[in-house]
T-cell receptor
Framework: EAGVAQSPRYKIIEKRQSVAFWCNPI?????LYWYQQILGQGPKLLIQ????????DSQLPKDRFSAERLKGVDSTLKIQPAKLEDSAVYLC???????????FGSGTRLTVV | AQTVTQSQPEMSVQEAETVTLSCTYD???????LFWYKQPPSRQMILVIR??????QNATENRFSVNFQKAAKSFSLKISDSQLGDAAMYFC??????????FGKGTRLSVIA
């Protein structure tokens, strides 16, 4: 089966610019997650979708971050405006069932200068 | 907050030897799942092994096994016959029906030829 697809692989932007990341989960996986992984740390959940509805966005900085999942398939994560501390790897994951483990994409490495 | 703690930032092991990575967690739930993920430099998180909390038997996947101590809330990973390809960051993670995956800070494993 195809894995979780993410693009772009790398992105460098200046602070205060905007950026968007795209994720295509495994076909049939209803749940989709976006994680932020700062260098030297474990991934931290930003937002969880069930189909096209938001389940948990309590840790999403809503003043600058937004995410959507149209038609319950692909998802985009946007940052506007970016700050230096947003430099991180952004990982997308999807899952089929509770407890089945998540399948992760290769992530997008964002550098804000 | 329900946390996952990995107390070893770095570990090293000789090729063909055995190494154990430690993990403890905090949870108020009785039903949950525990995972070990491997993250090589390619950044993709790869599921290594999975344990259901209601199962007494420790999970095993080829050279990888866990020591799950539910009362102590401990979940260590043992890698036997270590190979050069095992070198990576290893993350312990926990999830339940109510919460998505929560990760520890990771342990960097080096394998010495």
């Amino acid at each position: 089966e195809a894995g979780v697809a993410q693009s772009p692989r790398y992105k460098i932007i200046e602070k205060r610019q905007s950026v968007a990341f795209w994720c295509n989960p495994i076909s049939g996986h209803a749940t989709l997650y976006w994680y932020q992984q700062i260098l030297g740390q474990g991934p931290k959940l930003l937002i969880q979708f069930q189909n096209n509805g938001v389940v948990d966005d309590s840790q999403l900085p809503k003043d600058r971050f937004s995410a959507e999942r149209l038609k319950g398939v692909d998802s985009t994560l946007k940052i506007q405006p970016a700050k230096l501390e947003d430099s991180a790897v952004y990982l997308c994951a999807s899952s089929l069932l509770e407890g089945s483990g998540y399948t992760f994409g290769s992530g997008t490495r964002l550098t804000v200068v | 907050a329900q946390t996952v703690t990995q107390s070893q930032p770095e570990m090293s092991v000789q090729e063909a030897e055995t190494v154990t990575l430690s993990c403890t967690y905090d949870t108020s739930e009785s039903d949950y799942y525990l995972f070990w993920y491997k993250q090589p430099p390619s950044r993709q998180m790869i599921l290594v092994i999975r344990q259901e909390a209601y199962k007494q038997q420790n999970a095993t996947e080829n050279r990888f096994s866990v020591n799950f101590q539910k009362a102590a809330k401990s979940f260590s990973l043992k890698i036997s016959d270590s190979q050069l390809g095992d070198a990576a960051m290893y993350f312990c993670a926990r999830t339940s029906g109510n919460t998505p995956l929560v990760f520890g800070k990771g342990t960097r494993l080096s394998v010495i030829a």
